[in-house]
């Protein structure tokens, strides 16, 4: 009996407050939204910063803020476009770091190389117009990629190929892949966090001590309600927030030590990048009010070394965007995504990377997996609350103020953000090996030479440039970017070598890791409830019976991405979602 009322406690306690379809009450849907924004503020903002060292930006705090709330806007737009016609789960959008490792590649070729006067903050003047052909240039390169990598995306996506990729994908290909996103960038967090070790130290600390040893300790808030009126709530603040609180307290110490003179104010002197007044003029120039708009940055321009670059990123970034479909669905109370809902996903995904190579973010877009974690925590998977947190985005992207305000955090507050985040996105790549068999020599072999040739080659052809010569400038382009690339290398060689060397499918875990992604949760919801299109949609496409025929249509099979075909509800039973 004892252990039956564990049981009931512990279905309790991870029964969902509110399911995808369900819409919780406004001002708490609100409070939802805002949190969702902040748990991906850390990603977001993290981005533009480090693109700016290879565009040439980093002394440049008031463009930086242009960057920033142009990617907020395209996120919140893509995160509304993913949820209304989507893949329709409660899944937010935003800039990758799966697409940034290319981009940096790409901006490392010598032809890409920053102006030795670009580096120095006191001859970088934001309104020459040599400066702005400077950046604007790099990034209309960057645009054109994007550009033609989205297109690719939606095909895939569109046209159903993403099955037929998932089919030769698995974890020994998706390890490598996902690990060397962090790994590749050591060099970005290494260069930030070196303007004051200090600093990035505690920054560090600060975001190991609430996410790791104080997550558990709910903080009382005060909460109102009409019948209970004033009370006090828990919530695991700690566990929600630790990035954005760890940045918010080192950057408070940075400004503290900034009033009193602490740092040096000489910009020779180590430590001087600490400061906080270092941009307190770009807060001041900042609009109140900016409205991102396609082309702001001048005609995108395509090479086709930069697109080919940038499908590695987009594979990979496909890849990782329908494991995060299942997780999201699980966490939500809703039924295993169908196919034609993680087709759509997908190509809702090429769309807003098209948007965003149009927009000029500088990077694409992809799902989110600290928010779809999110649903976890707060037990609350309405898809209204990433409707909200869309809209937000939105208005936060047209306020030029708030963009401008988180240029001002301290190269060593980042950096030692740096250093958690990427530690991080390493170690979830390294996670999809609990599904593979590592006491198996093939799969140690696959891994561990996928591994450490993804770190070899690209550091010896950044050194050695010039041995790339085939007489063709273009290939010589393609081949400079794609072997610096170091997720290409290391995925590259993973699935050539994880479907080619003998195993069997158990040996490779590829059952296991289908398994745990198409697995279903106890859930009362019908697959149509909640992947049809609304506005009444799919009853108009229910009535044109070749139409099932088209990948990304509800009428068409509703089984999950694997391959079973089986559709439990008829045609002429599915309602359309309202």
Sequence with gaps: EAEEA???????????????????????CIFLGIQHCLTAFGGIIAIPLI??????????????????????FISGICTLLQVVFGVRLPILQGGTFTLLAPSMAMLSMPEWTCPAWTQNAS?????????????QTRMRALQGSFIVGSLFQMFVGFSGLIGLFMRFIGP?????????????????????AGYHWGVAVMTTALITLFSQYLRHIPVPFPVYSRHKKLRFTRIYIFQILPVLLGIVFSWLICYILTAYDVLPTDPQHYGYLARTDLKKDVISKAPWVTFPYPGQWGV???????????????ISSMIESVGDYHACARLSGAPPPPKHAINRGIGM?????????AWGTGNGTTS?????????????????????????MVVMGMMGKVAAIFTTIPEPVMGGMFMVMFGVISAAGVSNLQYVNMNSSRNIFVFGFSMFSALVIPNWILKHPETISTGVVELDQVLQVLLTTSMFVGGFIGFVLDNTIPGSKHERGILAWNEAHEGDSSNTLESGEVYDLPFGISAYFSSFPWLRHIPFCPTGSTGSLEETETDTNS????????
């Excluded at 995108?300 to 697109?307: C, D, E, K, M």
């Excluded at 045609?571 to 309202?578: M, R, T, V």
Aim: with cysteine; proline share 4%; aromatic share 6%.
């Design 349 to 357: 995904e090429g769309l807003g990377c098209l948007l965003a190579g």
């Design 300 to 314: 995108p321009t395509v090479s086709l070394a930069g697109a080919v670059g940038i499908l590695a990123g987009v």
């Design 6 to 28: 564990e049981a009931s406690l512990e279905g309790d306690f991870n029964k969902l407050a509110y399911c995808v379809t369900d819409v919780p009450p406004w001002y708490l």
């Design 571 to 578: 045609l002429e039973n599915k309602q359309p979602l309202e």
């Design 172 to 192: 020994l290909t998706i390890a490598p892949t996902i690990s060397l996103i962090g790994l590749s960038l050591f060099d970005s967090a290494g260069t930030s």
């Design 51 to 72: 693109l700016s060292q290879g565009l040439c930006l980093q002394h440049d705090g008031l463009t930086q803020s242009h960057l920033i709330s142009t990617i907020f």
């Design 368 to 392: 989110y997996s600290e928010n779809v974690g999110a649903l976890g925590i707060t037990k609350v998977g309405s898809r209204m609350v990433i409707l909200l947190s869309g809209v937000l």
């Design 123 to 135: 001859l970088v003047n934001s309104t020459s117009p040599e400066f702005t052909e400077v950046w």
